[in-house]
């Protein structure tokens, strides 16, 4: 069995979510997220960051940790503050023995949803059917979070081959059914 911890970085709230993986059977085990914006001070946010991580990478165990890249924005001190919260966390995960990997928000996506450009609901809402479960998150962060996990799966081909993901052929309809209909392996 593997473990995969998700993070989707964030100054504000930061999503996590742990995935399970045996052969062909992926599972949920824990998703959510880290309220950042009660701490002032910056140093206070990453200090909790590394807290929380370092906790969840002691208890799950993870073989990896996926993180979501930043996307590149243009204020520049908020780029540099995601940043350093990224940091914290791989250094968090680094420091407990888990290996880290970075993918972008759109390979993310890609690799999930079939396309690139899907929003964040429609990620969430493949996630339910790919790893069954109903309850809605608060914040979809955590379904983010959860997303760069099964993206590191998906990418690295391990478990079941058939759940390595293609871009969905294009078809006339852009509905969601019409994407479920060219991916039945993946919706189970």
Known sequence: MTTILGIDP??????YGIISVDKSNLSLVEMGVL????????????HFIFERV???VQIHRP???ALEAPFFGKNVQSMLKLGRAQGVAMAAAMAHGSQVVEFAPRKIKQMVTGNGNAS?????????????????????????????ALCHHFTTGKGNNANITKAAPKKKSNSWAAFVDANKERVK
């Open 63 to 65: 073989e990896m940790v």
């Open 35 to 46: 309220h950042l914006s009660k701490y002032k001070e910056h140093s206070e946010r990453l």
């Open 120 to 148: 964040k609901e429609q990620v969430w809402k493949m996630l339910q059917h790919q790893l069954k479960f109903e309850e809605n998150p608060d914040f979809l962060d955590a379904t983010d979070a959860v997303a760069a």
């Open 10 to 15: 964030g100054t504000l709230t930061m999503g």
């Open 54 to 56: 370092s906790a969840l």
